[in-house]
């Protein structure tokens, strides 16, 4: 069952990936900002004893830590620097912000359609 970490300050719009992925058969953690990431991933602090997701949706706009700074942390770091991210925004002109960081798989637009969740996941993690 892959495992899949939704993060994201929306609830309603976390409710709703965690839902969808579920359904799918996935196992979902989530997050409510940057910083709850990183210490979910053992990232800040380290822990290299934490369980890491076989995929990261990663919101951009967050309090406390947004999803651009997180995303530099995850692929800064030799653990989860391999771990695919779809950075999940409101604004599709983000997407050049995002160039430089390695591990981001794909983009998907707020609002999103589940199903172009579904295959983009599916597409991502090779199932």
């Given amino acids: 069952m892959p495992k899949i ?4 300050d929306e609830r309603d719009v976390v409710t709703l990936l965690k839902f969808v992925l579920e ?11 940057g910083v709850q990431a990183l210490e979910k991933l053992g990232v800040d602090p380290v822990d290299d004893k934490a369980e890491l997701p076989d995929l990261i949706v990663l919101d951009v706009m967050m309090p406390i830590m947004d999803g651009h700074t997180t995303a530099r942390h995850i692929a800064d770091h030799e653990r989860t620097s391999k771990v695919p991210i779809v950075v999940l925004t409101a604004k599709g002109q983000m997407r050049d912000l995002f160039d430089s960081i390695g591990n981001v798989a794909s983009y998907l637009e707020k609002p ?13 993690l090779g199932l």
């Fill in 5 to 8: 970490l939704v993060v994201d």
């Fill in 23 to 33: 359904k799918e058969g996935h196992s979902v953690s989530q997050a409510y900002n």
């Fill in 112 to 124: 999103f359609d589940p199903r172009r969740l579904r295959e983009m996941v599916a597409s991502i």
